[in-house]
C-alpha cells in the first residue's frame, strides 16, 4: 500500500521561505508525475505546480518566480521551496503522484500571516 507522506509547512510572515516535502512510502512503480495542489477556505483546489520524470514543470502563474518544484525520482519524493509568500498563499498544501495509480498526500497547512 503506497502512502505520501507529507512535511515541512507551518505559519510564516509575508516575504518568508518554507519548503515543502512528499515521499510515497511502500514499494510502488516509479512516480511518473508529481505534484502539489492546494485549497483556501471557501476556494476550488487548484494546481500549484507539478513535474514530469523527464524534469519538465509546470507552474501555476501565481506562484512563478517564487516557488520551486524538484523531484527525487529514486527517492519517489517531491519538494516545494515557497519563497517569497504572500497571504494569498495560505491554504492546505496536498501532495499528489501517479504511476499507474492516483495518490494524494495528507494536506499540510500553510498560513502566511504578520
Known amino acids: 500500500q503506497v502512502q505520501l507522506v507529507q512535511s515541512g509547512g507551518g505559519l510564516v510572515e509575508p516575504g518568508g521561505s518554507l519548503r515543502l516535502s512528499c515521499a510515497a512510502s511502500g514499494s510502488s512503480p516509479s512516480m511518473w508525475l508529481m505534484a502539489w495542489h492546494r485549497q483556501a477556505p471557501g476556494k476550488q483546489r487548484e494546481l500549484v505546480a507539478n513535474i514530469l520524470n523527464d524534469g519538465t514543470t509546470y507552474y501555476a502563474e501565481s506562484v512563478k518566480g517564487r516557488f520551486t518544484l524538484s523531484r527525487d525520482g529514486a527517492k519517489n519524493t517531491v519538494y516545494l521551496q515557497m519563497n517569497n509568500l504572500k497571504p494569498e498563499d495560505t491554504a492546505l498544501y496536498l501532495c499528489?503522484?501517479?504511476?499507474?495509480?492516483?495518490?494524494w498526500g495528507q494536506g499540510t497547512q500553510v498560513t502566511v500571516s504578520s
Open positions: 499528489y503522484m501517479r504511476n499507474n495509480q492516483a495518490y
